[in-house]
């Protein structure tokens, strides 16, 4: 994990914990990946988000 912070899904707010002390949601990493210039998945990840 690169943050000790993470960010809920629902209500927004950080924590530090996997779960949402408010709203019971879990919570993600807010920090983007670490950029590579040699990115295997890149074409999948790219793909990933034009679907949605």
Do not use: H, V, W
Not at 15 to 44: A, F, M, R, V, W
């Amino acid at each position: 994990m690169r943050s000790l912070f993470l960010k809920c899904t629902e209500c927004n707010i950080y924590t530090q914990k996997q779960i949402c002390k408010n709203c019971n949601s879990k919570t993600i990493n807010p920090l983007p990946p670490k950029y590579s210039p040699e990115d295997k998945y890149g074409k999948y990840r790219r793909k990933a988000l034009q679907q949605k």
